[in-house]
């Protein structure tokens, strides 16, 4: 599976927006980009995925870049609530659907 | 909202002992997933399963660990024996389909081994 690399940490003032970064210099073609979030003593959920177009959905944005070998995961306005870790999974479109796991970006949200 | 129901919540088990987690998949979810995450680290795959069969058990410890979903819907995961290495968090997940499809993730047991 193709890898991501993501920051280890990124702090939000509450009720700015939020950019997460992930770059997966190797995704090919079928790999499509989800992301998922984990909020402290939950299970992981899912957030949005997408293949070449930006995508929108109630949770957040996702921006892919045109050689799709970065993506940016948009929060529009922090609140305390998305005080989580993210992650940024590549899912072969031809495979297994696995989703591997790497350690995330913990998001801290500033009052 | 239809959830993945995981139980007990909490197990503390002594090392030796054999211990087992349940999971009950969203209804209709054809594929299921057990995941280990230990502290401050990532989700890790154990096991899934696409109806009642296991598509892939290769992080599977299977000197001590088994898994398995007989009728294709809920799912148990067995440890025996337990080890102190063994403490982590066990989440379950179910999917649709394979493909992609959102996972559903329950709310975890939280394993502790002494």
């Known amino acids: 599976d193709a890898k991501t690399t993501q920051p280890n940490s990124m702090e939000s003032n509450e009720e700015e927006p939020v950019h997460l970064p992930c770059n997966h210099s190797t995704i090919s073609g079928t790999d499509y980009i989800h992301w998922y979030r984990q909020l402290p003593s939950q299970g992981p959920e899912y957030v949005i995925h997408?293949?070449?177009s930006n995508v929108n959905n109630r949770m957040a944005s996702l921006a892919i870049a045109e050689d799709r070998k970065s993506s940016t995961l948009i929060l529009h306005r922090a609140t305390l609530r998305d005080a989580a870790v993210y992650y940024c999974?590549?899912?072969?479109?031809?495979?297994?659907?696995?989703?591997?796991f790497g350690k995330g970006t913990k998001l801290s949200v500033i009052p | 909202e239809a959830e993945v129901a995981q139980s007990p919540r909490y197990k503390i088990t002594e090392k030796s002992q054999a211990v087992a987690f349940w999971c009950d998949p969203i209804s209709g979810h054809a594929t299921l997933y057990w995941y280990r995450q230990i502290l401050g680290q990532g989700p890790e795959l154990l096991v899934q399963?696409?109806?009642?069969?296991?598509?892939?058990d290769s992080q599977l410890p299977k000197d001590r660990f088994s898994a398995e979903r007989l009728k294709g819907v809920d799912s148990t995961l067995k440890i025996q024996p337990a080890e102190l290495g063994d403490s982590a968090m066990y989440l379950c997940a179910s999917a649709r389909a394979l493909g992609n499809t959102e996972a559903f993730f329950g709310q975890g047991t939280r394993l502790t081994v002494v």
């Open positions: 997408g293949l070449t």
């Open positions: 399963f696409q109806d009642e069969s296991v598509v892939d």
């Open positions: 999974i590549l899912i072969s479109g031809a495979g297994s659907y696995q989703l591997t």
